[in-house]
T-cell receptor, first 110, second 119 residues
């Protein structure tokens, strides 16, 4: 099956710093989503981005489908950005279930 | 209510109990999913329903039994669970289940989850 690898696994930042999270996937995809999981377990949709670039406030994402990777940029990080960031993909031709990476755990210190 | 809701949010049960998890989506979607998140393991799919028909069972033990009475509601019936079944159970929905080309209709939206502890 398709492999989804996220890096780094853990990231500690000082408030105000910028960061880049990476997601590599091993096959062509129809769907790629970035999520933020808060401390209570809720998965919050950040981006639906199978290709191209999107921006939403301090967050932006880029997916280069031909090279099978996606990047999530967080600028001017805040303590509320802490949590786990997941990349999930739906392999082209599959039945629709998302395959998740193991996540990047982000801690933003005041 | 908006989005995807799940009840209960927390559940503690013994191995001989029978309980049910409920999920409701208020988005007018046609596909619903159950995922399991165990400690230190990636989220993994358990079941997929599309237009109330189960289309995928990801080799889940029979002690987990899903039910989808209509496109807005999804249940997960639990019986004779094991302590290793303790996990966060997440429900999700999407407009459609699968498409040939990338489509925002495949974007999945998640509920807040039910944190299950089996004693």
């Amino acid at each position: 099956g398709i492999q989804v690898e996220q890096s780094p696994p853990d990231l500690i930042l000082q408030e105000g710093a910028n960061s880049t999270l990476r997601c590599n996937f091993s096959d062509s995809v129809n769907n790629l989503q970035w999520f933020h999981q808060n401390p209570w377990g809720q998965l919050i949709n950040l981006f639906y981005i199978p290709s191209g670039t999107k921006q939403n406030g301090r967050l932006s994402a880029t997916t280069v489908a031909t090279e099978r990777y996606s990047l999530l940029y967080i600028s001017s990080s805040q303590t509320t950005d802490s949590g786990v960031y997941f990349c999930a993909v739906h392999r082209r031709g599959s039945q629709g279930n998302l395959i998740f990476g193991k996540g990047t755990k982000l801690s933003v210190k005041p | 209510e908006t989005g995807v809701t799940q009840t209960p949010r927390h559940l503690v049960m013994g191995m001989t109990n029978k309980k049910s998890l409920k999920c409701e989506q208020h988005l007018g979607h046609n596909a619903m999913y159950w995922y399991k998140q165990s400690a230190k393991k990636p989220l993994e799919l358990m079941f997929v329903y599309s237009l109330e028909e189960r289309v995928e069972n990801n080799s889940v033990p029979s002690r987990f039994s899903p039910e989808c009475p209509n496109s807005s509601h999804l249940f997960l019936h639990l019986h004779t669970l094991q302590p290793e079944d303790s996990a966060l159970y997440l429900c999700a929905s999407s407009q459609d289940r699968v498409s040939v080309i990338p489509s925002s209709y495949n974007e999945q939206f998640f509920g807040p989850g039910t944190r299950l502890t089996v004693l």
